[in-house]
C-alpha cells in the first residue's frame, strides 16, 4: 500500500502533541485509529517513527530525519489544493473573436497576451474576415465579439471605439508625375479599385466619392488591403489605404501617394458585439483587457 497524506497528517500531529491521545483529540479521532495509522506508516517505510514510554511518545532518529519531508509534502499538498480551489473560481470556457485586416494593427498579440495572463483558462479562437461578415457573425452570436472599421450600423450592435484609422490616397507608381497633384475631378476620371461591398474600405471608399461628387470607374473587386496594395504597385488603379500602410509602401517607392499621403477620411476602429451581452462577465473580461491595451492616447 501507498502512504496517505491523512497518515502524514496524524505523523506531524503526534509528533508535534509528544502524546497519541492529544493528537487524536486534535485530529478529531480515536486513539486506537491514531495508533493504526502510525502503525501503517511505519510498516510502509520500513522504520519506527516514535519510541513509546509511560508519558507519552518521542521521535527516533529516523523520525526527526522524516519530519521535515513529511511537513513539506503535506504544505505542497495544501498548496495545490488552494491552487485547484483558486482555479475552480477562474473564468474559464472559450470566446470566439473575429480579427480582420492587418492583425498588428489591432494589437491581437499583446491583448491575447494580457487575456491569457490575467485568465489562464480562457480560451480565444480567433477567425480572419472583412468587417461585414465580422458585424454579421456578431449579430448572429456564431462571434462573441471582433473587430470592426467603420460606423456601425445596427442598435442591437454594441461598439467599443479602440482608436481612428486615417486614409488616404495610393497612387500607381507609374503616374505618380501625373496624378501626384491632380484634384478631385482628375482623380474621378481616373481608375479605382474595386473593394468587397462586405469589406470597411468598400463604404469609406463610396462615402469619400459622395464627398468629392465623383463616381470613378472601378477596376476588379478585392476584399484584403494587402491585395489593394499589390495591384496598385501594378499601376491597375487607384486606392483608399490606411496611412500606415501606404506610407510604409511609399518609402521604397512601390506606391505613389496623392498630395503627399494627405488624410482624406477617417474611420473608428471599434471592438464590436451584442447588445444582448453588454452584461456578460465574459465580454467585461474582453473590454476590460482591450481598454488597457488600446490607450487614450492611441
Partial sequence: MAMELYQLRTFIAVAQQGHLTQAAELLHLSQP??????????EELGVSLFERYPGGVQLT???????????????????????????????????KI????????????????????????????????????????????????GFYLGRNPYQNVNTLPLSEIRFCVALPPQRRAELENADWQTLGKTPWLG??????????????????????????????????????????????????TAHRFATDGSIALWRAGETVISAPLQFIYSADRAEDPMLAMLR??????????D
Avoid at 33 to 42: G, N, P
Avoid at 62 to 90: C, H, I, V, W, Y
Fill in 98 to 145: 473575429g480579427t480582420i485586416g492587418v492583425p498588428a494593427r489591432l494589437k491581437v498579440g499583446p491583448w491575447l497576451a494580457c487575456l491569457k495572463a490575467r485568465y489562464p483558462l480562457l480560451t480565444v479562437q480567433t477567425t480572419h474576415g472583412i468587417s461585414g461578415s465580422v458585424l454579421n457573425e456578431v449579430r448572429k452570436k456564431t462571434l462573441d465579439g
Fill in 61 to 95: 532518529e529516523a523520525g526527526k530525519t522524516l519530519l521535515p519531508d513529511a511537513e513539506q509534502m503535506l504544505a505542497l499538498s495544501r498548496g495545490m489544493l488552494n491552487r485547484a480551489k483558486a482555479l475552480a473560481a477562474e473564468p474559464k470556457g472559450k470566446v
Fill in 195 to 244: 473593394v468587397s461591398q462586405f469589406s470597411s474600405i468598400s463604404g469609406i471608399t463610396q462615402e469619400v466619392w459622395r464627398m468629392q461628387n465623383i463616381a470613378p470607374r472601378k477596376v476588379g473587386e478585392s476584399d484584403e488591403e494587402a491585395v489593394l496594395v499589390e495591384l496598385v504597385k501594378a499601376g491597375l488603379g487607384v486606392a483608399l489605404l490606411a496611412e500606415r
Fill in 288 to 297: 476590460e483587457t482591450l481598454l488597457e491595451i488600446w490607450q487614450p492616447s
Fill in 33 to 42: 485509529a491514531v495508533t493504526a495509522q502510525i502503525k501503517a506508516l511505519e
